[in-house]
């Protein structure tokens, strides 16, 4: 447990002076008894509450000044509560070392099927949206939460030359957060917006107050690659700006380091995985890295997936729960206070 106002637990040192007062409270009602006249009317009110329960309406007193001494402190607990997430975009790597078949039988069928499934197991709240990158990077379906139109667009992924992680990264971006309008094209093609006539009303990544990584909530990013950026921008500092604007992304590494494709166009090439990119990207976004040599350990990380967009483990502030639990405590010792010693006529 952390705690914002950490100083306030400064005022735990009174509460051995509240004792102290209790007790010299006690000492001097055990002289004052000696002045009355008769033992009678000492005697009733002992026999009213005698033993340990005088002493239990001041203990829960004094514990409820504790709790709302953690209270005032302001703790936070790390609890799992329903994700906020309702978009998430799906940037899928569809270049051609996707004809790997070191996962049968292909890293391209068999990230198709486990997409699907990811898909169609997601809640139905949570809106999808899909972005397919190779030489360069394209919608292949809006967010929709239509299951059907997105199963149907996974269908149609077709190979591409080249590796464009950047590319795939930032178009996925602009389809996550469409009212930013964001102007990527600069990013993309390498040239300087000032010299392409952009108008001055139209918003810029560099005109975008940056926020904390991870603090956008209303949507995320997966992203599954196979093998290295051969082209275009530079993937980290895609995620760079993706941690800017606080969306999370979370990538999967697909595919075996020995994967390669034989007898494509006469020759054989390695495509082996760049994992520490990819660990990379989600790191600076505080999104999470996954690694997948196989359908099934794909289909485990989706499953994963899946749960984690229900359900989010979150740092919570939980100052409230602490004042509630504080008021209760004086409410119960002002009722057996009331119950236990009301005044009585004798």
């Known amino acids: ?62 514990l409820a000044v504790m709790v709302g001494l953690l209270g005032l402190a302001r703790p936070n607990a790390d609890l799992v509560l329903p994700a906020d997430y309702r978009t998430l975009v799906v940037a899928v790597d569809v270049s051609l070392s996707m004809l790997a078949e070191d996962v049968p039988p292909s890293r391209m069928q068999a990230a198709q099927s486990t997409v699907k499934t990811f898909i169609s197991d997601l809640p139905k709240d949570i809106r999808v949206g899909l972005v397919t990158f190779a030489g360069t990077a394209q919608i292949a379906q809006r967010v929709t939460d239509d299951r059907a139109e997105l199963l149907a667009a996974v269908d149609r992924f077709r190979l591409q030359r080249a590796t464009a992680t950047g590319s795939g990264l930032l178009l996925a971006m602009a389809v996550l ?35 904390a990584p991870g603090s956008y909530q209303a949507g995320a990013i997966v992203l599954i690659s196979d093998g290295r950026r051969t082209t275009g921008p530079d993937p980290i500092a895609a995620a760079q ?21 034989p007898g494509f166009d ?14 990379s990207m989600a790191l600076l976004t505080e999104g999470e ?15 994963q997936l899946t749960t984690q967009f229900a359900l989010e483990r979150s740092r919570t502030e939980v100052s409230a729960l602490f004042a509630a639990a504080s008021a209760l405590l004086v409410l119960f010792a002002a009722m057996l206070s009331v119950y236990w010693f009301r005044r009585r006529d004798y």
């Open 1 to 62: 447990m952390h705690f914002i106002w950490p100083h306030a637990l400064w005022g735990f040192l009174l509460v051995p002076l509240f004792v102290a007062g209790y007790l010299w409270l006690l000492k001097r009602q055990r002289k004052q008894a000696f002045g009355y006249s008769t033992l009678l009317l000492v005697n009733r009110a002992l026999n009213a509450g005698q033993g340990w329960r005088r002493h239990l309406p001041p203990a829960l007193m004094l």
């Open 177 to 211: 957060r469409p009212e930013l309008e964001l102007d990527i094209e600069p990013l993309i093609y390498g040239f300087n917006p000032s010299q392409r006539g952009r108008r001055a009303s139209e918003p810029s990544l560099f005109d975008l107050k940056p926020v």
């Open 241 to 261: 700006l993706a941690a800017q604007l606080g969306i999370r992304v979370f990538t999967v590494a697909f595919g075996t380091p020995d994967g390669f494709i």
């Open 266 to 279: 006469g020759r054989a090439f390695y495509a082996a995985v760049d994992e520490r990119t990819l660990q």
């Open 289 to 303: 890295f996954f690694k997948a040599e196989n359908a099934e350990q794909m289909a485990s990380i989706y499953e």
